[in-house]
């Protein structure tokens, strides 16, 4: 299993990001995934999750109303579009499973906010 992640960079405080999870090796479509993200010193938390047809999705609290979930499953591909943005999501964002024997990480994609 691979899972790629893109789409970070530095943006100012209220900008947006779209990121991408590319997931290889494994039947996509059956799959709940989640976006995770950790922060210089921080323990690696989960931010979103979204079922394995996309029909139900869950946010943490500190990104509710402004991130958003998404999957292609025809593309084996999820997306975390990112609005808002805010210094404190300044963190590497990595994909994998939301619970359960999770896959080896990705490298992850770095997201910068400055104010």
């Known amino acids: 299993v691979q899972l790629v992640e893109s789409g970070g960079g530095l943006v100012q405080a209220g900008g947006s990001l779209r990121l991408s999870c590319a997931a290889s090796?494994?039947?996509?479509?059956?799959?709940?995934m989640a976006w995770y993200r950790q922060a210089p010193g921080k323990q690696r938390e989960l931010v979103a999750q979204?079922?394995?047809?996309?029909?139900?999705?869950n946010y943490a609290d500190s990104v509710k109303g402004r991130f958003t979930v998404s999957r292609d499953n025809a593309k084996n591909t999820m997306y975390l579009q990112m609005n808002s943005l805010k210094p404190e999501d300044t963190a590497v964002y990595y994909c994998?499973?939301?619970?359960?024997?999770?896959?080896?990480w990705g490298q992850g994609t770095q997201v910068a906010v400055s104010s």
């Open positions: 090796g494994m039947t996509f479509s059956r799959n709940d």
């Open positions: 994998n499973k939301p619970d359960g024997l999770l896959y080896n």
């Open positions: 979204i079922t394995s047809r996309g029909g139900r999705t």
